[in-house]
């Protein structure tokens, strides 16, 4: 099983208890009186049966508070997801943080910030590249890039499986795009691991056909779950931060009741993906200062409150178009907040240009951003050892030093984080190495892990059974008349 | 049994462990192998680690108390040396401090320790050492080399008081004169007259190898 970093201190507050309960009681009206859509009638049926006042002409449910208490309450704190590899099993809630790989479109060039297609090549590349490091624990959907040259679109994201079923052995999401989850969930099945099933609405308040029949099918397989909302503050959710967490609250509320009903005791990891609208070209606007803001009191609710685990996805993208210093701070910032409110997953490395684009260098270098974060909230240990009381008594005042003491040596290297790429030279030692950048050292890391780093293979009678899943794939998609 | 002996010196510096190194140092000298000897393994050890140190395997703490093991047992070995009338090995003479006004120990102690492990014999006159008290140090040990530390903007210009004094007194052909510190460049290295600089510790460390193979 992965590690991940353990926090070691309380997350912090944004918002008083008595705000706290403001949120959730306003959630439990926006529940019961105006409910939730869901597109699928076998969702409406299930629903009924609970005790929820189902209209079918607007195919909406109304939720009684008690039962969504008691679906919160049915929702365990943490849980297990098996990946092809056990020691890369993860056991997801309490105070575990792990890092979730980001995506894009594209592939775009490390240097110029310029963006096209990749080849199937580049994309199992940086999959590999995302399994050699040692802070990407889980791969999202249809990752890293929700193109690749030659593929069908319809067929992206069981082919993204299963590349990432081939050249990692972590674990991973599905996705729930048109019937995608019957094939993914095979594949997961066929080499013996479970996937992080998925139900994304469509905000405000609603959840459409795709999610809720991807709902169906993942918790059929006894697979875990990751709900989603990714709501635009002033467009599918309100503009204020307070307003955008009762809307947010209310739809994974909702889905958190959909999937007790569908299986009970199915682990849920709640996922707030919710941004600013920039109101000049009515994009999002990552990396901004509501996004840290909902991201806290999102955390603060679910996982103090409701003791449901959370995975925040304000740090995976960046509005800027290159590997710089926007991209780095707007991802730090965002992810160094998460993990301080208690977050269970950041999403990170990678994602860059919106959601346009990804480059494993850019991945690199988050992969020493994710590393001082999780550090960070593993704190330090105060005891007799620590605190070398007699050692700063003896070695004194200046000239003292405590460099040549046997203290240093034992504890530097634990205290320490050392960053793989960043440039920590003297200016003339930098000069005299050819003026490297990080991107520079990124890519020598890359070029290192392409030639060294071997994922753990699949046997030969897996990787019939993945091709055989991906024929069967494109029949049904032939017969759909969708390819 | 001096092979013996030998390896768990140099075994005891590789393992920074104090105890040990005394204790094999102590036992070498009582069942009379060359002190000499005992002096290469601990140089050895030392280049092992310096070795290590160039190629980032080990760090600056690793670096320090292997010296400091290291000095423990060569405390005792020279001290046979002296009795057997045989001389240290060393690659030249090192005196070194942080000049006046000064007080910061820890450059200057990085390369101290740094040309220790490469195999100079280091006199460490302390910080906030007046261009006197260096002057005086030059006169007493005689060294190949001597190493000025400046921290400080503000204090790199009594690097040139130093020299100054050197010239003054007549010795200044006699010692080549090695600068540091963060605040120093090359230029500024050249516009006061010393011999040579360090942008880094190793950096000053190549440098002084290169002075005394002049």
Redesign the interface.
Known sequence: MRKGFQRRFDPIKVMTDSQVEAIHRATLDVLERTGIRFESVPALNLLKQKGCMVDYDTRIARIPPSFVEECIRMTPSSFSLKARDPKNDLRIGGSTLYFMSSAGARYTDARTGEVRTATPEENDQAVLISDALDTVDVFPSYTPYFEIEGVEPVMLCPTSLASRIRWTSKASRGAQATDTFIFETQLAQAVGMQLLGVCEAAAPLAYPEDAINAAFEYTGAGFPMFIAAGSVMGGSAPATIAGATITNNAELLGAVVLIQSMRPGTGIIGNDFVTPMDMQSGGFLFGALGVNLHQMAFNQLWTQVYKIPTVNCGAAFSNSKLIDYQSGYEKTHTAMVSALSGANCIVLHGGVTAELAYNPVLAIINDDVANVIGRTVEAFDVNEETMALELIHEVGPNPGSFLGEKHTLTHWKKEYFLPVVADRLSYDEWINQGKKSIIDRACERMEKILSTHKPLPITAEHDKDIERILEDARKHYRNKGLL | MNEGLLAELKGAVLS?DKDKAEEAARRAIEQGVDPVSCADALADSLRIIGDQYSAGEV????L??A??VAKVALSFITAEMRKQGKNVRSLGKVVIGTVFGD????GK??VA?LLFAEGFEVVDV??NVKADDFLKAVNDHKPDILALSALLTTTAMEQRNVIEGLKRAGVREKVKVLIGGSAI?QEFADKIGADGYG??GP?GVKVARHLVAR
Do not use: L
Request: net charge negative; hydrophobic share 45%; glycine share 4%.
């Open positions: 920074f760090f600056i703490p690793e320090f108390v010296s400091r007080i910061h120990s820890i102690d990085i320790t302390g910080v460049n942008a880094t950096s």
